[in-house]
């Protein structure tokens, strides 16, 4: 375990180093020779340079490790590989700069200058030796770090033996950070160099503890506890304290446990000798194995050597505890010897059995066993299962008859599959469970809905694959459809297959700009079905005819026997594609004086006629504005001027 002052100089050396593994060229690619962006053309040589994004690991608050793969240098010989990166949301690219490689493999950049707590996507590039060919990898994101904030506090020091020491800390606060490591530094009084113990990696605040040996006897230490963040960014100490070492210790040894059964056992302990005390108080601890928190017995005083038993009870049932006893002697039980660690294990209190698995089906089956030990009135019984080659089990509760016999009915299995089953119980402070059987569900069909296709605003083509019958002779198909947040489902007509294939249907009457959900359902002639999984697919809007917003005719003539006559017209269409606008004007009579036909675009225009028509004073015109769509929608509007 490093000292702070030890762990401070590798960051700065990791850094440094990643900073020197760096090739920054003078013009890297991509850039002109001001550092701005230079576009790339590709052209369409035989080079076949492929990029892969591969990973990003921050390490620190503000800097992160870019990955990527050259996974093909075909027609080049050499690649310039390079990142980019910018805030989840940005528009800008930034650029972190990699490597030449002369042959496909890793390439690794830096990010450096990022923000605590933010969210980044970044992207690997790629260029041949001659910059004819930029290739980019997926995009990707990380997140950095929030900044940490670490505290710990020293709080207590005890002793363990003449040269041993328990020493105790609290990790009082952890924010900022997903893990923080905590490890106590200890020195000889009168010593500059810390001596770090292990550390322990930690995901909340709470108190921890540390053993240290090898001390030197009737010596004063000074010791402290000390935390730091994931990324060792920030690090924190507790008070500096003391403790000193024992004189001569008593001599105790761990003797095997007696009387053990599924909730208690006593423990056997010899005091060799007393040491230099003229009595010693003797306790025993214990856990369950793998713990971490010792339990104490009561003490005893002992003033002279011999055997020391203690009774314990409240033990869980068919668990292994591990124990050791320890002597203390002196005014304040400073004189400690610690007997050798040993184990024992409790008796079961319950055992079940499984007997045998009925009445399978293609989705469920029955377990049967029994309880063989245990209390009838406080037992628990269940049925785990999980399919054959899985590590978790699953639970479904289970009945316990009078005479001890259990079963439970386990639903939703996946057909034509193998299962593991076993039968359960548990009475409080033990539990067991019988042995392992097996069994197979029924086979059942096999639908797999397929993409839409052929959609517009009213009608879509839907499809499927029956992948497989599930034993049976035949199979019909239908396809199930809604629009998406509606409760009941619509159905096309079946389709029989005899074997596998595809099938699809067209469904119609749709809304238009509707998103509707669709599957697949397969009923097969021996009664089993399946449904496959639910798409959706969205109408197109239906089209719009176009409108003429604004027509007006006015009359500008002179006082002469001709008429001078304009026209003024506006025209949208909410699908946004006009393409035609035709004037004409017809005389009292009927007959076309004018036309006038303008190609127009996009959702929105107008336009101004102006004519004159000989002779034509005195009589009344009628002015007719046609305007048509892409799609061949038409409006007409018409309206009179007198001249």
């Known amino acids: 375990m490093l000292s702070i002052e030890m762990r401070t100089a590798v960051v700065t050396a990791v850094v440094a180093l990643l ?31 492929t990029v892969s994004t591969a990973w990003a690991d921050p390490t620190g608050d503000t800097d992160a490790l870019l990955a990527a793969n050259v996974t093909e240098l075909n027609g080049t010989d050499t690649a310039w590989v390079w990142f980019e990166y910018r805030a989840e949301g940005a528009d800008r690219w930034q650029r972190a700069d990699g490597n030449e490689t002369d042959e496909p493999g890793p390439v690794r950049g830096e990010a450096r200058d990022l923000e605590p707590g933010t969210t980044y996507e970044y992207r690997a590039l790629a260029t ?69 113990l292990e550390s322990e990696t930690r995901n909340e605040t709470g108190r921890f503890t540390a053993e240290v040996d090898g001390l030197e006897p009737n010596a004063t230490y000074e010791y402290r506890a000390v935390a730091t963040d994931r990324y060792q960014s920030t690090i924190a100490t507790g ?61 005893t005083i002992v003033a002279e050597p011999g055997t020391v038993t203690q009774h314990v009870d409240g033990l869980e049932a068919d668990t292994t505890y591990e124990y050791v006893v320890g002597a203390f002697a002196g005014e304040y039980g400073d004189s400690v010897d610690l007997g050798d660690r040993r184990s024992f294990a409790t008796d079961p209190a319950v055992s079940v059995t499984t007997d045998d698995v009925r009445n399978v089906d293609d989705g469920s089956a029955t377990v049967y066993g029994s309880l063989e030990n245990g209390d009838r009135d406080e037992a628990t019984v269940a049925v785990e299962y999980r399919a054959r ?43 067991d469970a019988g042995d392992v059987r097996t069994a197979t569900t029924d086979e059942r069909p096999v639908v797999r809905t397929a993409q839409a296709a052929e959609i517009d605003d009213s009608t879509a083509t839907v499809s499927a694959s029956l992948t497989d019958l599930g034993g049976a002779a035949s199979a019909t198909v239908t396809f199930e459809y809604r629009a998406q947040g509606d409760d009941g489902w619509r159905s096309t007509d079946g389709q029989r297959l005899t074997e596998p294939g595809a099938v699809d249907a067209v469904v119609t009457d749709l809304e238009s700009d509707t998103t509707y959900e669709y599957r697949a359902v397969a009923t097969a002639s021996d009664g089993y079905d399946a449904v496959g999984s639910v798409r959706t697919f969205t109408t197109e809007t239906a089209s719009q005819p176009p409108v003429v917003d604004e027509l ?21 269409d909410a699908d ?68």
């Open 576 to 643: 946004g594609d006009l393409e035609v606008v035709t004037v004409t004007v017809r005389d009292g009579a009927g007959g076309v004086v004018y036309t006038a036909e303008t190609d127009v675009a996009g959702s929105a225009t107008s336009g101004s006629e102006a004519f004159g028509v000989k002779h034509g004073a005195g009589d009344t015109y009628t002015v007719t504005v046609e305007t048509t769509d892409a799609d061949g929608e038409t409006t007409t509007e018409r309206t009179t001027v007198t001249a």
């Open 239 to 299: 008070e500096t304290k003391t403790f000193e070492t024992l004189h001569r210790s008593p001599e105790i040894e761990t003797e095997p446990v007696a009387a053990v059964d599924d909730s208690s056992a006593v423990l056997n302990a010899t005091l060799r000798e007393l040491g230099s005390a003229d009595e010693v108080a003797v306790e025993f601890r214990y856990r369950k194995a793998g713990s971490t928190g010792w339990q104490w017995t009561n003490e």
């Open 19 to 49: 900073m020197a593994s760096a090739t920054v060229a003078a013009t890297a690619p991509g850039t002109n020779s001001s550092g701005g962006e230079r576009v790339m053309e590709t052209n369409t040589t035989d080079v076949k340079l």
């Open 128 to 196: 041949d030796y001659n910059e004819t060919t930029v290739v980019t990898g997926e995009t990707e994101t990380f997140t950095m770090p929030a900044t940490a904030t670490v505290d710990v506090r020293t709080e207590w020091a005890d002793l363990l033996g003449e040269t041993e020491m328990i020493l105790g800390g609290n990790l009082t606060a952890i924010e900022g950070t997903d893990t923080a490591s905590v490890w106590f530094e200890y020195r000889l009084e009168g010593v500059d160099e810390w001596t770090a």
């Open 552 to 572: 007006r005719a006015d009359e500008n003539s002179p006082p002469n026997p001709h008429a001078d006559l304009s026209v003024d017209w506006r025209v949208t």
């Open 389 to 431: 080659g899985a590590t978790a089990w699953e639970r479904t509760d289970a009945a316990l008859a009078s005479d001890g016999t259990v079963s439970g009915t386990v639903t939703d299995l996946e057909a034509g599959t193998t299962y593991e089953f076993r039968v359960v119980a548990d009475v409080g402070h033990a539990a």
